[in-house]
């Protein structure tokens, strides 16, 4: 069992900067990497970024490629999603998921990802 919380969330204005964490505790074995998504209001959860397990190779939604970046720190561990040049459509909450037994063609495969956060809001005002 892989437990992962988020925390970061909250309001900011458009052109601002957000910094997600997903603190990621438990059996971690086996985890080939781990993933923010996200949900607006009526729309299905999307994926937004991964990075590698034990790798750090790392992925990107088109619509987030030069704005947000994803990374790790094994010592705590956890992840980072930091978000800058953020727009009133990144407005959603936001996942934090592990995958387990995918490689890294599957990195944007909501299927693939077995444990997920509780969530965090992001809100960006116009």
């Known amino acids: 069992q892989v437990q992962l919380v988020e925390s970061g969330g909250g309001l900011v204005q458009s052109g601002g900067s957000l910094r997600l964490s997903c603190v990621v505790s438990?059996?971690?074995?086996?985890?080939?990497?781990l993933g923010w998504f996200r949900q607006a209001p009526g729309k299905d959860r999307e994926f937004v970024a991964a990075?590698?397990?034990?790798?750090?190779?790392?992925a990107y939604a088109d619509s987030v490629k030069g704005r947000f970046t994803i990374s790790s720190d094994d010592a705590d561990p956890t992840v980072y999603l930091q978000m800058n040049s953020l727009r009133p459509e990144d407005t959603a909450v936001y996942y934090c998921a592990a995958g387990v037994d995918l490689g890294y063609s599957e990195y944007d495969d909501i299927d693939e990802y077995y444990y997920w956060g509780q969530g965090t809001q992001v809100t960006v005002s116009s």
């Open positions: 990075i590698g397990w034990t790798d750090d190779n790392t």
């Open positions: 438990g059996r971690t074995f086996g985890v080939d990497a």
